[in-house]
């Protein structure tokens, strides 16, 4: 049972308050009594409000059900569905055209493209690797992944594979010639990369096989530095570092004619540290975790040691990196990712707070103050005193607006200039999605982020349009024309709304980490798009991406499509209904098993192991990265299948106990897992099962509150 104290009429969790007043508030100008009664007096202000947008929010989809059971799918009507949501409220008058207002970002967010990291910063460990990531070995990205191919004499092995190695190092010379193109020649026949001097200013000499050369834009080359023997030669394009690493003693640099041990790529730019969908924090033991990690990144004491391939291995924050410029002044570049972090929506609850009723205060609210707190300490990280806060799971514009008036608060209890406080905008609820631009212009003083999200898009679709008839496959919903209009609507809305040089327009996540071939071929449409950002699972991925920032420049392919028709409303509301006779039974059969084997394998590592996101082999063996959102399209899609007819309960019972046995074969190496077969009433196969036997009544389709619970009851058995 918890431990509450009494905090200005609030009941605090004996944890929070430890944490809170002998660690987030020691070196800030603000007494434990003001915090507690500016945070008490922010729930009693918005607690009542964020109760009732959640009832709005079941109003306005019973009003949708009830439409659909009447009327069928939206194409039997659509100029009717229109006209309903326009009077339930649903759709809302755009505003007049206006650009966003946002003033203090910095140079991460306006200026400079590039991959996005998202991590689970529950884990310190993962926390660091991704606030690292701004900076990654092209050589290891390559050589460790199938980016190279694996085949024959190019199979990586037990030992250094120097086939392999040379593979990889033409590969590094073809993304150097692109990126940064000699006067004459190609970077492979470099014997010799040199600094010059010419007038008090320093230039880059090449020397080739057919003579000296330079490069074709002599502004790339941007300064040095030397050390412990080896030279940096740092080079820029599309606003992105590279450095050369000339070592001719390294164990590579020596197999090279000029000495290039290694490419260096400014990799991840932003990182969200995440304590949402891709993180298990269902009490103020876990809570306190989260705002921990949170607060040593921001006062740069985050550190953590672990063993690594037999090694103890101690893990801190980078430092950052200097050079001298070419004009003989100190240069010096941030050594780590710009760090954004991810609150939760509105919808849950937490008891690590009650209020004055007893009531749980919303986990929201919590977040904000408390991530906002920890911000504070902030020493090496926002150049320009800006906390950014994504928020996700907010229903259209009137919730973003509450968000911004919660940011607000937060500002005046905190002593903080108004609009510090940055929000980010995740399009990923089909309400937002259809009111974007007027979402947009509730938060013009704070945004600095929209993104797109197939999964938890996909799975707010599925579960608006329940009762409109069967749902597709999941891998025919990705091809939908809704899909396309939603995600070209966020880029042509955005750039309307004067996001280019001031805001990022961010694409969802790579979910195969393991697949960088396919990722290299596929995710270049994101910049290709206008899109300045896009989400990445690992610090290899962000360096692998990372080049298709150099390929493409997305200011000019912003500018290219700022004035492109915006598809219509009746085109984002264009997701069909399936025609069951289309399918035969083992076709149903296999997209159920496919399912479920998802859902099993992501949510008993949830519940049993309180891991957020973890990489999840699918029915096939191929790993995913699985967090919430992945798990609520798959729990929806049965749903939606359960309740069209297509399945039935005893069928989805027991092509759940027959994927429990594939799961638990999946996990046989960990020694921390659980089995679910033959212990079928195992709280996490349970949960699994609830999640789509119950994912029709789930509010908005969500998984946390299902998952919550039975987190916390395998807590509470293990005390």
């Given at each position: ?298 006062n740069g004491t985050l550190a953590d040691t672990f063993e690594k391939g037999g090694k103890t291995v101690h893990r801190v924050l ?402």
């Amino acid at each position: 049972m918890a431990d509450y104290l009494e905090k200005s009429n609030l009941r605090v969790d004996a944890q929070l308050v430890r944490f809170i007043e002998n660690e987030a508030l020691p070196g800030l100008a603000i007494s434990p009594e003001k915090f507690w009664s500016g945070f008490a007096d922010l729930v009693a202000e918005f607690a009542p409000r964020n109760r009732a947008l959640l009832d709005l929010r079941d109003q306005m989809q019973q009003q949708i059900d009830d439409w659909h059971r009447e009327n069928g799918p939206v194409a039997t009507d659509p100029v009717g569905y229109e006209g309903l949501l326009k009077r339930v409220g649903y759709l809302v008058n755009e505003p007049e055209d206006f650009q966003i207002e946002t003033s203090g970002l910095d140079e991460e967010i306006s200026l400079i493209c590039g991959p996005q990291l998202v991590v689970p910063v529950s884990n310190a460990r993962y926390a660091l690797n991704a606030a690292n990531a701004r900076w990654g070995s092209l050589y290891d990205a390559l050589y460790g992944t199938d980016a190279i191919a694996r085949e024959g004499e190019l199979a990586p092995g037990k030992t250094y594979n120097a086939a392999r190695g040379a593979a990889v190092v033409a590969r590094a010379a073809e993304f150097l010639d692109i990126s940064f193109p000699l006067t004459h020649g190609r970077h492979a026949d470099v014997n010799n990369y040199a600094i010059a001097f010419r007038d008090g200013q320093a230039m880059l000499s090449v020397e080739t096989r057919a003579g000296t050369v330079a490069l074709a834009d002599p502004d790339a080359f941007v300064g040095w530095s030397e050390y412990d023997g080896k030279t940096i030669i740092l080079l820029k394009h599309h606003g992105l570092h590279v450095e050369l690493m000339i070592d001719p003693l390294n164990f590579i640099g020596k197999t090279h004619a000029a000495g290039l041990a290694d490419v260096i790529a400014e990799s991840a730019i932003t990182t969200i540290q995440d304590c949402e969908d891709s993180v298990a924090a269902v009490d103020a033991e876990d809570k306190v975790e989260v705002y921990r990690n949170w607060l040593g990144l921001m006062n740069g004491t985050l550190a953590d040691t672990f063993e690594k391939g037999g090694k103890t291995v101690h893990r801190v924050l980078n430092p950052d990196r200097s050079y001298t410029a070419v004009d003989g002044s100190p240069l010096t570049l941030k050594g780590r990712a710009l760090l954004l972090v991810r609150n939760v929506g509105h919808l849950m609850t937490t008891r690590a707070v009650l209020d004055a009723g007893g009531e749980e205060i919303g986990e929201g609210l919590m977040d904000a103050v408390v991530t906002v707190l920890c911000a504070m300490h902030d020493k090496t990280n926002s150049r320009t005193g800006a906390t950014y806060i994504v928020k996700p799971k907010m229903h259209g514009p009137d919730e973003v607006a509450f968000a911004c008036e919660i940011f607000g608060g937060v500002e005046a209890m905190l002593g903080l200039p108004a609009n510090s406080i940055k929000i980010g905008i995740m399009d990923e609820e089909r309400r937002t999605s259809a009111n974007l631009k007027a979402a947009i212009h509730a938060a013009r003083q704070r945004v600095f982020f929209i993104n797109t999200g197939f999964l938890d898009r996909t799975g707010d679709e599925i579960h608006t349009s329940m009762e409109a008839g069967p749902v597709l496959r999941k891998d025919e919903i990705k091809s939908e024309k809704w899909i396309q209009a939603y995600e070209d609507r966020n880029v042509l809305i955005g750039l309307a709304c004067g996001f280019s040089g001031k805001a990022q327009i961010g694409k969802g996540m790579w979910a195969r980490p393991d697949d960088m071939a396919e990722m290299l071929k596929a995710k270049i449409g994101h910049p290709n798009a206008g899109a300045n950002t896009a989400w990445v699972p690992s610090p290899t991925a962000a360096t692998l991406h990372a080049l298709h920032y150099h390929q493409v420049d997305v200011f000019e392919a912003q500018a290219r499509r700022h004035n492109q028709p915006v598809p219509p409303l009746r085109t984002l509301f264009s997701m069909p209904v399936l025609d069951p006779k289309t399918l035969s039974r083992a076709e149903i059969t296999r997209e159920l098993e496919n399912n479920a084997q998802g859902i099993l394998g992501y949510v008993v590592r949830w519940v049993d192991q309180g891991v957020g996101c973890s990489k999840v082999p699918d029915i096939n063996n191929v790993g995913l990265m699985e967090d919430r959102a992945t798990c609520r399209i798959s729990s929806q899609a049965v749903a939606n299948w359960l309740r069209h007819g297509l399945v039935g309960k005893d069928e989805v019972a027991t092509t759940f106990e027959r994927m429990a046995v594939v799961v638990d074969a999946q996990n046989a190496g960990d020694p921390h897992y659980l089995p679910m077969a033959g212990n079928l009433h195992s709280i996490a196969f349970q949960a699994a099962l609830d999640l789509a036997l119950h994912g029709a009544d789930q509010p908005s389709g969500y998984t946390e509150p299902l998952l919550h619970a039975a987190r916390e009851r395998v807590k509470l058995e293990g005390e």
